[in-house]
């Protein structure tokens, strides 16, 4: 799934900043194989590169795309493209936001729940 030049976008209700972290981290065996984060399992992410992932966990929920997206690398190029993506914008609100860039998530699963915290995938685009 990773393919340079594409970036894929979910986005969350999460409980804390802190939950956040901990449902992103990711972490290798003794060997120096790769263990995938607890939010790349739900998604059945095998691998990505975590150096460009930008993640923001915001205290306010907003259902503004714009808004959650302001900030972000390469924001003037992906913010008209996710919009374009979503026409009809966001139906619920949101406090956090995962972009992996460098990849083009291709799975089936568009959301999760885990525990109490919930993602969703809207999409990918190109940012090159």
């Known amino acids: 799934m990773e ?16 939950e956040l972290d901990r449902l992103l981290a990711v972490s290798y065996s003794d ?7 607890i939010f790349a399992k739900q998604f059945e992410i095998r691998r990505y ?9 915001y205290e306010e929920e907003s259902n503004d ?19 374009a993506l ?9 406090n956090a936001v995962v972009l992996l860039y460098n990849f083009k998530y291709t799975g089936e699963i568009i959301e999760g729940t885990i525990k109490s915290n ?11």
């Open 65 to 83: 795309l714009n808004q959650l997206l302001e900030g972000f690398s390469y924001d003037d190029e992906i913010v008209p493209r996710f919009a």
């Open 49 to 57: 590169d975590d150096a460009v992932r930008e993640v923001e966990y």
């Open 3 to 18: 393919k340079e030049g594409f970036v894929s976008l979910w986005v969350g209700s999460i409980q804390s900043s802190e």
């Open 86 to 94: 979503m026409k009809e914008g966001l139906t619920n609100t949101f």
């Open 31 to 37: 060997e120096g194989d790769f263990i995938p984060s």
């Open 118 to 128: 919930y993602f969703r995938f809207l999409g990918t685009v190109e940012y090159l």
